[in-house]
């Protein structure tokens, strides 16, 4: 029976998107018949495992013994050095992303949002394998489907983890006075920087504010559009038929939403770029309009529904078990 190993980093900074996926590609190993175990996902991944993989999947404090296949999912700027480090305790290992350092020490990569600029950009190693493109997105697509249209009726506003950049206070405080597309849900965050002024924001709004939601499919399936950074949020809208509006924290994840926008003519989102004093109003000011064009918002949601590919979870599979 082969053993497949996750090492992945759940917090309130980094949210719960790497556990996320992480967790689907460990249901499908299971599945194949794989024994599966995590070495690590800090406090609150403990507390989601036994729902999310089982309650007898061993969640180790570090490697134990040796494992077929370490599956990598740390966004650590020292990555290619901690990731030698655990070469002992793996016969291959394989990385979820080419996280920007250059010949990682492992056996296979695997980018589903890697774009022909990127890939130019990266320095591939002849070890390693690499496997690009949104056929290897790993969503939990038995949770991800659509709602039918008339229960899609709110805006989420959701910016992972603890939104360090305070991303949603800063939209709120550009957002001049009008409708909004639908009944408005902001998923804060454990740690949000700036939380009780937030809740008023949302207050005053006439929205809700959720400090945590470990559940954030279900409440993005209530939606009608989603205000987001670049992420698995975005692409687990995409995969429900919900239109994003990206706002970006970082130059990397701008970067990374002009290429994806460059390389997929039907990218279903609203790109308003790093969040400047400059971007901000016009991305406020958006949402507020999108209120009143429902003919743009319905021509973006159809394009989000057929904009992801199923099956990223057994490719993968197929790349550790076959």
């Known amino acids: ?37 995590f070495w690590g996902a800090g406090p609150l991944g403990d507390d989601l ?104 009726a709110g805006v989420v506003v959701a910016f992972g983890g603890s939104d360090a950049e305070n991303l949603a206070v800063r939209l709120f405080d550009a957002l001049g006075p009008g409708p909004l597309p639908g009944p408005l849900t902001v998923v804060a965050g454990l740690e949000h920087p700036d939380l009780p002024r937030l809740r008023n924001q949302v207050e005053a709004l006439g929205g809700r504010c959720l400090d945590y939601a470990p559940d954030l499919p279900a409440i993005l399936r209530t939606a009608r559009l989603v205000v987001t950074k670049l992420g698995l949020t975005t692409f687990e809208s995409f995969r429900l038929g919900v239109p994003c509006l990206l706002l970006e924290p970082t130059p990397a994840h701008e970067q990374l939403a002009r290429e994806l926008a460059d390389s997929y003519p039907d990218w279903p989102a609203w790109n308003h770029g790093l969040a400047t004093p400059e971007s901000l109003p016009h991305a406020a000011q958006r949402l507020r309009d999108l209120a009143t064009r429902p003919a743009e918002l319905a021509a973006a949601t159809a394009r989000a529904a057929r904009f992801v590919p199923a099956g990223g979870g057994e490719r993968v599979t197929d790349l550790l078990l076959r």
Do not use: N
């Open 49 to 152: 495992l036994p729902g999310w993989v089982g309650e007898k999947v061993p969640r180790r404090p570090a490697a134990t013994g040796l494992v077929d296949w370490l599956v990598w999912d740390v966004r650590d700027p020292q990555s290619a050095a901690a990731a030698a480090q655990l070469r002992p305790f793996a016969r291959r290992i394989l990385s979820l992303d080419e996280l920007g350092t250059a010949r990682l020490a492992v056996d296979v990569v695997v980018d589903a949002l890697m774009t022909p600029a990127r890939a130019a950009r990266s320095e591939e190693s002849p070890d390693t394998r690499y496997h690009y493109g949104l056929a290897y997105l790993l969503l939990d697509e038995a949770r991800l489907r659509p709602a039918p249209a008339a229960d899609r």
């Open 1 to 37: 029976m082969p053993r497949v190993a996750f090492l992945c980093e759940a917090s309130a900074s980094a949210g719960l998107g790497h556990l996320r996926r992480c967790a689907v590609l460990a249901r499908a190993c299971q599945a194949r018949g794989a024994e599966i175990e």
